[in-house]
Structures are given as C-alpha cells and as structure tokens.
C-alpha cells in the first residue's frame, strides 16, 4: 500500500488542500494504521482513525477501494472568517425556509399564529443550524476523506470532513 498520487488543489477562499490517492485492498486493511499524512502533523492519528473507519463503512471486501485523502494547510483569519461567514448564511437561509413553511401553516389559524409560528420556526430552526455547523478558527486544519468502491451493489461513495483544532 503506497500513495499513488498526491497533488495540491485550491479550493474556495484560496485554502490549499494536499490530497493523497490511495488505493485500497482487503489484505491491507492492518496496515491502514501505518500510514503517515505528514500535512496532519501531529493530528495524523485522528486522520488514520477516520481512514480506518470509513474504509470499514465501504464494506470493500475483495474489492478495491479508492480513497483521497485531503488536508489543508492551516486557515488563515481571513480563510476562518469567509467559512464562518458562510456558515451564518446557510443557518439564516434554512431558519428562512422552515419559517416560512411554518407561517404559511400557522396562518390557518391566523396572520398573528401564522407570523408567531414562522418567527419561532426561523429562530429554531436557526439556531439549531448555526449551532450543528463547526465554527473555524485560524490555524485549524480541514481534512477531507472521499472513498470509493466499484462492484458488488454497485459504485458506493462517501464523503466526510474532520476539523483539526489549532
């Protein structure tokens, strides 16, 4: 088991990934552990402990599986202030939406239940978003870990982060 192939890749607010592809087989699973992801620094066990555990969620089997591996360098002010800008956005546009459901179905009982509804529904829902979505700070590191595997029900993939805290 070796890194086929690493490469740099910009991604949105010039944050710089290094993503490593790996190909994976059954008889390496053990092994999995021995890699190095140098860009983790000393977090490289937390990125082979979720290697290892989405590896183990593909249910590869006998079947290769292809997995790249991304880990940014770290954020800068700027980078950590336009994601958690972005982070506010979404919050407010799904407190939005479910707002605005929950007034059009309040409203059947009235324009004063229907604004109460969709007011406490935004704020919830808001909330609840804002507070789902990691807030980044400078120094922190984004890994991104995408596998794949072709055969047997067919092509599976999946996709997780993790946030290396400064």
């Not at 937390?46 to 183990?56: C, G, L, M, R, W």
């Not at 890994?143 to 047997?152: C, K, M, T």
């Amino acid at each position: 088991m070796k890194f086929e192939r690493t490469f740099q890749y910009m991604a949105q607010h010039g944050i710089i990934f290094t993503v490593s592809q790996i190909t994976l087989t059954d008889n390496e699973r053990g092994n999995l552990r021995e890699l190095h992801f140098g860009e983790a620094k000393s977090a490289h066990y937390q990125v082979n402990s979720k290697v290892v555990e989405i590896y183990d969620k593909m249910q590869a089997k006998n079947r290769p599986c292809l997995m790249m591996v991304g880990i940014s360098k770290p954020l800068t002010r700027q980078q950590a202030d336009a994601l958690n800008t972005r982070r506010t956005s979404i919050a407010n546009a799904a407190g939005s939406a479910a707002g605005g459901a929950a007034g059009a179905a309040g409203s059947l009982a009235g324009p004063a239940a229907g604004f109460v509804a969709g007011l406490a529904a935004k704020t919830g829902v808001s909330s609840y978003v804002n507070g789902a979505l990691s807030t980044h700070h400078a120094g922190d590191v984004i890994v991104s870990i995408e596998a794949q595997v072709n055969g047997g029900i067919g092509p599976q993939r999946t996709t997780e982060s993790l946030l290396i805290r400064a």
